[in-house]
């Protein structure tokens, strides 16, 4: 992932100063500690929140305790899985996000609500078939099951807002993914050390408290609760026109690079490349297969989408 940006942006930098400045380190702290807690009691069915209980508090966790960061980036490839149900699917779109939506279509999904459609897939970084691999356990892909995988890459000179979950615990650790690049990490580094010079110990912990509530729920295996938190989070986040898409650690391969951009953001920035005919012949475990590609499109008319097998 390619990140031009080296110094740290005087705007982000005034407002970090800002936040230890005026920002009253015990209430963040007596909140953010509180709200996680309901909301994980929700989560774990323990108490049960409204809607617009977890908004009110995802509200305040996202606008108040969380330091937007959204880093330009560039060169990213994607790898989506849908299966196949009989022969191979016809245009481009129909391995996209989903076009169609109804106020009940799509399901709520860990970073989508009800109706609301995202753009899921799977980062390619390493040269091998890592993120293959990761897209299959994503989709849950189970032993002979016949898929299409549509790759696409970035267009060049288009960039992509992105928001890194669990970076700042990352630093924090001082852990770096492997998906990132130095720069990215080392801008995230600068920003976090000039919020240790300026935040107190409490308000310091609320910010990373936040951060690793969001990392951790983002990462954990679904159900209807944790979806009913993960979906507002990202609908959050995802709000405005800056942020393009949040990049999180795969649920099915821990550690991994997926992504769920907004569609408006796959159609300005995204060249559908290729689509791939894959027959599963073992799930070994987690996101580790068995699969022979049976055939590759020729080519995807720029204009219709259409699929040339």
């Known amino acids: 992932m390619k990140n031009p940006i080296t110094s740290l942006d005087p705007n982000l930098a005034s407002l970090i100063v ?9 209430t963040a702290l007596e909140y953010s500690s509180t709200y ?59 391995l996209s996000y989903i076009k169609e939506t109804t106020i009940c279509f799509p399901v709520q999904g860990r970073m989508n609500q009800v109706g609301q459609s995202l753009f899921y897939a799977a980062l390619a970084v390493k040269k091998d078939d890592s993120a293959l691999r990761v897209a299959l356990s994503e989709a849950r892909s189970k032993n002979l099951d016949h898929s299409n995988v549509l790759r696409s890459d970035q267009k060049n000179g288009v960039d992509l807002n992105i928001r890194v979950i669990g970076i700042w615990d990352a630093i924090r ?14 801008y995230y580094t600068k920003a ?34 944790l979806y009913q938190v993960t979906s507002i989070i990202s609908s959050v986040i995802l709000a405005g ?32 490349q290729m689509v791939e005919d894959i027959r599963v012949e073992k ?9 022979r590609i049976k055939t590759k499109t020729k080519g995807i008319d720029r204009s219709t989408g259409k699929l040339n097998w």
């Open 18 to 26: 800002e936040k230890g400045n005026k920002e009253c380190g015990n």
């Open 173 to 186: 650790r001082n852990c770096k993914p492997y998906y990132l690049g130095n720069d990215i990490f080392d």
């Open 192 to 225: 976090s050390n000039l919020m240790e010079k300026n935040f107190d110990s409490n308000l310091l912990h609320a910010y990373q408290l936040t951060d690793r509530f969001f990392s951790d729920v983002l990462s954990r295996k679904g159900s209807i609760n």
């Open 36 to 94: 996680i807690y309901q909301l994980n009691n929700h989560i774990n069915e323990v108490c049960s929140l409204s809607t617009s209980e977890i908004e009110e508090k995802i509200n305040y966790l996202v606008g108040c305790l969380t330091i937007t960061l959204d880093l330009p980036m560039s060169k990213l490839e994607f790898l989506r899985v849908r299966r196949c149900e009989g022969k191979n699917f016809g245009h481009a779109h129909e």
């Open 241 to 272: 026109k800056v942020c393009d898409g949040i990049l999180y650690s795969s649920v099915e391969a821990k550690g991994e690079p997926v992504i769920a951009l907004k569609p408006s953001s796959v159609n300005r920035a995204l060249a559908h």
């Open 283 to 291: 799930h070994i475990g987690y996101e580790f297969y068995k699969y």
